[in-house]
């Protein structure tokens, strides 16, 4: 089936330190999406990339979607305590397939 | 309503009990999904609705796990003959169709076997 290879599964940063995680598959997809999930709560859509090799921005997120439509990365510049959480990636093509996720710790 | 609504948040139950979970999608919304989030791992797709038409039933662990859409709105995921590895978030999603890829989530059900 699609599976997705997101990592690295966590990383513990210090408040202002950029972040970089990544999603890759054997199989290609029509858009790639990454979400954040705090505890208690469902995944919220931070960026959705719709086109091989789009770069979006979303405040100090930033996300691209790869030219062979087989991978997709998010980066998060100058590291907040309050961008703690799990991050995941997900890919389409007909469903929605989701990574393992990716958590997050800022130490102040 | 404002958000997709689950019911309840989380939920205990002994093994060999059959559970029901309930979920309010955002009003409008035709596309409905169940994902299964067992601890440290992602997100398991189990079904989908999409309006009137047949349901997507291909990620359903087994025939123990039935759902539901009444009326093309509200949906009940039903798991029967609980068993511990059924132990999970159980997350529904909504988006106003399929082609739209905006999944806004619910806050899940915890559910517990024990």
């Known amino acids: 089936g699609q599976q997705l290879n997101q990592s690295p599964q966590s990383m513990f940063i210090q408040e202002g330190e950029d972040v970089s995680m990544n999603c890759t598959s054997s199989?290609?997809?029509?858009?790639w999406l990454w979400y954040k999930q705090e505890p208690g709560e469902g995944p919220v859509l931070l960026i959705a990339l719709y086109k091989a090799g789009e770069l979006t921005s979303n405040g100090r997120l930033t996300a691209q979607f790869g030219i062979t439509r087989k991978d997709s990365f998010l980066n998060i510049s100058a590291s907040i305590p309050s961008d703690v959480g799990i991050y995941f990636c997900?890919?389409?093509?007909?469903?929605?397939?989701f990574g393992a996720g990716t958590r997050l710790t800022v130490k102040p | 309503g404002a958000g997709v609504s689950q019911s309840p948040s989380n939920k205990v139950t002994e093994k060999g009990k059959d559970v029901e979970l309930r979920c309010d999608p955002i009003s409008g919304h035709t596309a409905l999904y169940w994902y299964r989030q067992s601890l440290g791992q992602g997100l398991e797709f189990l079904i989908y609705?999409?309006?009137?038409?047949?349901?997507?039933k291909s990620g359903l662990p087994s025939d123990r796990f039935s759902a539901e859409r009444t009326g093309g709105s509200v949906s009940t995921l039903t798991i029967q003959r609980t068993q511990q590895e059924d132990s999970a978030v159980y997350l529904c999603a909504s988006s106003l169709d399929r082609s739209y890829y905006g999944y806004t989530f619910g806050s899940g059900t915890r559910l517990t076997v024990v």
């Open positions: 199989s290609i997809f029509n858009t």
């Open positions: 609705f999409q309006g009137n038409s047949a349901p997507d």
């Open positions: 997900a890919g389409q093509l007909y469903d929605m397939r």
